[in-house]
């Protein structure tokens, strides 16, 4: 079993919360904690909080997390990053509970967690770095006790991916800490897709987490205006479990925090001038990946 901390934006796009639960239904995975990044980050763990409760894994502690970037540096992205809003919060007013977040700060837990162990908690970050830089900076030893399994950025071309754009200087930060790093970014993430089908398929199985995904699946389809989930963070973490899923490529990333046009691209420099400081996915076995996930969370 591989143990995970999770670091995520959940609400926004569908895939954390189908990240979330697929981390517990697969069999592979410990969940040692959940910890919310990117804006209003208490609801974000409340969101967290209700899909937990629908697996039965009140256990598992929640903290919410930092809300502002490191910097607050103007961007060609930042207007979008400032009119952006959660998709899928309807599901708390629906399922209302007790409020059960964890007291105390995300970035405390992580260095706490993390310094008090023997190096085998994994950081998985589905949302901007912002809280993960924070523990590093806070703490540079957790360069040593801990490895990233990361969603975020793109290689295959020149553009921003979401996670790394609301927070470049703090994806900055993590690829410069030395501190191992698997990139799963949109060159292999965007080829991981849900059809109807799949859709229709999780909806169908009666128990409480599959009736909250589908649910919140359809919040997320009204919201957007997009039909078919695409499996970017459960990805993430089906690559801490099982690397085969992707290949590949030890590469030199810099994460572009300057250039008003680019600002926050990861860029492959040339490996003969940098060191290597991330595996980056590269390909994807999608066709048993997406197999493998539905598999999870309809049997």
Known sequence: MKKIILDTDIGDDID????????LLC?????????????DTERRAELACCVLDALGRGDVPVYAGLGKPLFDNASRGRA???THRPRQMEAIRQSPGPSRLAEGRA?????DTLMGGDGDVTLVPIGPLTNIAAALTVEP?????????????????MTAEWNILCDPEAAH??????????????????????DTAHVQ????????????????IQLWRKDSGWEHPILHDPLAIAMVFDPTFCETRSSAIHVETRSDRLNGATVRVRSDKFEANAEVCVDVDSERFVSYFVNTLTT
Do not use: H, W
């Open 16 to 23: 954390d919360a189908l990240a979330l639960a697929f981390a």
């Open 27 to 39: 069999g592979e995975i410990e969940l040692v904690g959940v910890t919310t990044v990117f804006r």
């Open 80 to 82: 979008a990053i400032e």
């Open 107 to 111: 970035v405390d837990y992580i260095v």
């Open 141 to 157: 030893r957790l360069a040593q006790k801990t490895t990233i399994c990361l969603m975020g950025g793109c290689v295959g071309r």
């Open 173 to 194: 930060v993590v690829f410069g800490a030395g501190v191992p790093i698997t990139m799963v970014g949109l060159d292999v993430t965007e080829a991981c897709r849900l």
């Open 201 to 216: 398929a999780i909806g169908s199985v009666d128990r409480p987490i599959n009736r909250l995904c589908f649910d919140l």
